[in-house]
């Protein structure tokens, strides 16, 4: 895909100062841009990379004054950076913009499929499986039976769904994440051994969340575990059987919530964070990564750490006393042999 | 499926009070359930919900009075919470119940399958590799050349088993799962650069065991990393080469086990615990979630926590003082200051 | 496979003793080798079980003195472990020595495909992929539009590489291993939910690169995520957008590394070890297992630990200390009594 500063001056309403035939095929840091590249300036911190960018167009703010020669052409809008994330979106867009249905591919005959979609060589819908329109679904994915999914959703290549999940609109699930698989419940018998407890409920997926690559979220034992709408997982996360996770909540990677415990909304979570099951976490809580969250968090809007959860300001600075603990203990046994001490010679005094 | 309450007193030896005719097409908790929904009260602290629920049918025990009016119709039965567990697997195996194969699939010419397989579209079944009876292969799973499967074993979809592993009997694999990738062997060189050390062993994973989605379980070096009988794991565990899971041992999500470690038989491991290499982990053993575990735990039956590992007893009581050091830390400041008051005047008392 | 021992011994310019015809099919510890087997004997500490293996063929030192009866063929050499690791390496090689294109495929009109090359079953090549020569791509792997991989690249079954993405010579990616999947980048909106931030960038793989099963990738917000030659990455680890990975740099499983960290030359990270983003760490360093690092490390060389990062040496002392806080915090309150007595003395004396 090649452009000129011609075509993106006018998607922009911008003016172009030099080349309006000036070409490129990508977009680039100011600082990395290499020929063919387009850039932009919004942060006059970075000015001195525009007289040394090789980008071959620079987006900037119609305000900025040229202080030095410029080898690049530019194009001057209200918006710099608006503008480069608009330029952004739509050549990402352009790149995903795949449709029609490769072959071999496997629809089941009693499947629904919306318009304009995208399906892969060696995709799968399941029996009774419905896509919604504009649905992209890229190679080996595998859609379970009675599977839902919305319209404008993307499942990246090898993700798999189990049957009977629900996912809502506008929905991205990175390659190879599992949702629906069997929550991990047994049950202890007298010789030893477990009992597997059936599962079967399913995961329900509200519109507009984004899920990483190879995370996994487990089936309901009975019931759903539900990823509300606007949440954004990282990669190789685990979500329990039964949990919930609150609107607009963000989950870095590995971390992983147990069993029915329920996270609020606006919720920001660390990497490798472990929630224990069957608790809640109030709304608007922000947890440290590694912290082990081992009871609820019922004050909203907290900061929290820890080996064992505690406030993350306590966190800091306990942890960075432990470091100090090898020179405490001799103070502590310093005071010891002094008081020792101080005592013989008090009974000596007596 | 449809099932009206007159089939499932049958299955069930019960009684019907109510509808005969009641009929319902899923399972689901008294509290949770919908109309349509077959449920259960076993637990008397519940019996609130029975006055109050949306299901068609409840399953009750035998003895139960009824204080109140109700809507639903009722089945009882000697034990209401075992009958409906038998229903709840009963459902379960019914949906899970394919059979065939589905085309494309790759059957290897040298492949042996058993009888009354179900093996999805875009299934790859490799040179030699052996399939038992009532396998259910899910769609883009890859058995590799060599492996063998024994009877009734459920690979969910995109399971790898790398060449010449060996698989029981009833044992479940979740999505994404992979076994027998190699281990992570290399050797330093004299230019700062690694050598790969092949890893020719293989996995062998014994009868009834499960093993959760993205789960990773790597080949041995040589001979074989093994899985006992009845273990279980959660999902995205990492099983590094030639280590040895015991019988009927249970790990939570996330957690890893280093190379050539044997845990011992009915050992409980929580979520995202780390078990250095070499070493081993006595039967019975209960390890709270986290932990490090970097030496060999000798006695049988204990709790171990820590992020150096220790009894969990002690890995409570010594972390929760660890919230406390910022205050402990200004005592014993304090007592430093009044220790040399202390001094000081005795000496003037000198 | 069969091989006589006269076979092996020309292959390693040694000699037999024993049985020319003896013939093996597989490899094995000497403590562990079975009939068929072929194993060696390369430290004396091991001599013992020379004379009680299983094992048909053995290889030994030129100048080993046998002592006892053996019922083993033997076959002496210059360097017994070195031969055996030559073996070792011939037998995986010849194991995975796969090419031809199986059927059914997927490879675009507009992708090139190398010499020599092994495509297994529905394996997915996108349009303008390029496939150096000598390439294994097993069944079920996902090759993504515009993608270049090097010469003798291998990637086991259902690797998915997104996009763009750049693979150098010699590199191994295990089954499941996803390449090039969406940075976690999302900017939040005054409503609190969040707009996602396109990802254009790729990941850049150089030569020698093995990477685990399972372990994930994510491309460059812009630019490339890069890993460097001869980087070996365990499974289940997370590298975040725009991060890099220095040569020779080895990483244990589980471990995750945040967005825009540069990680130097020659570092060893253990397994499930978290690093923030946007920070450095210097060449050679040496990182523990569960590691929280907080912080860029600059000193090359050290080795580190900590829930918050400190020095490996304090990281023991002082971990070790925190298992005797109970203790420590009685002492603390045994002085604060006994000073307190001390104090009404005086004031008593005075």
Known sequence: MQFTAHEISLLLNGT???????????????????????????NPKYEQFLYHTKASIVIVNKTLIITEKIDCTLIRVEDAYGAFSVLLEKYNTLKLNKTGIEQPSYIHPSAIVGQNVYLGAFAYLGAEAQLGNSCKIYPNCYVGDNVTLGNNVTLFAG???????????????????????????FAPTNSGNYNKISQIGNVVIEDNVEIGANTTIDRATMGSTVIR??????????????????????????????????????????????IV?????????????????NKSIEEEGKKWGGVILQPYQGFLRSHLIVHQLPELKKRIEELEKIIAELRNKQEIIH
Do not use: P, R, W
């Open 16 to 42: 172009v100062e030099g080349d309006l035939n000036a070409s490129i095929s990508t977009l680039a840091k100011i600082e990395e841009a290499m020929d063919g590249s387009l850039s932009f300036l919004a």
């Open 159 to 185: 993700v798999k769904i189990y049957a009977d999940c629900v996912v809502g609109n506008n929905v991205i699930i990175h390659a190879g994440a599992v949702i629906g698989s069997d929550g991990f419940g």
């Open 229 to 274: 709408k606007g949440v954004k997982l990282d990669n190789l996360i685990q979500i329990a059987h039964n949990a919930e996770v609150g609107a607009n909540t963000v989950i870095a990677a590995q971390s992983g919530i147990s069993g029915s415990t329920k996270i609020g909304e606006n919720v920001i979570i660390g990497g490798q964070v472990g």
């Open 277 to 293: 099951g069957h608790i809640s976490i109030a709304k608007g809580s922000q947890i440290q990564a590694q912290t082990g969250v």
